[in-house]
């Protein structure tokens, strides 16, 4: 391999990197965002797990 085409692979992974993290990332604030709905209509509802979850999320 050329020193091109090491580069070109390096940034072609790098590039499916940050498209995956992305990715879940805003999966995962999608289903907060759902949960927090349900949470504000449900209170009663609102699961230890999920506040788990947000101490993660603000902690990000």
Same mark, same amino acid.
């Given at each position: 391999?050329?020193?091109?085409?090491?580069?070109?692979? /390096? $940034?072609?992974?790098?590039?499916?990197? =940050?498209?995956?993290? =992305? +990715? #879940?990332?805003? &999966?995962?604030? $999608?289903?907060? /965002?759902? #949960? @927090?709905?349900? $949470? /504000?209509? +449900?209170? /009663? $509802?609102? #699961?230890?797990?999920?506040?788990?979850? @947000?101490?993660? &999320? @603000?902690?990000?």
């Amino acid at each position: 391999m050329s020193g091109n085409e090491i580069w070109s692979a /390096r $940034e072609e992974t790098k590039n499916k990197l =940050k498209t995956t993290l =992305k +990715n #879940s990332l805003f &999966i995962f604030f $999608e289903e907060a /965002r759902k #949960s @927090y709905a349900g $949470e /504000r209509h +449900n209170p /009663r $509802e609102f #699961s230890e797990k999920r506040k788990k979850d @947000y101490k993660i &999320i @603000y902690s990000l």
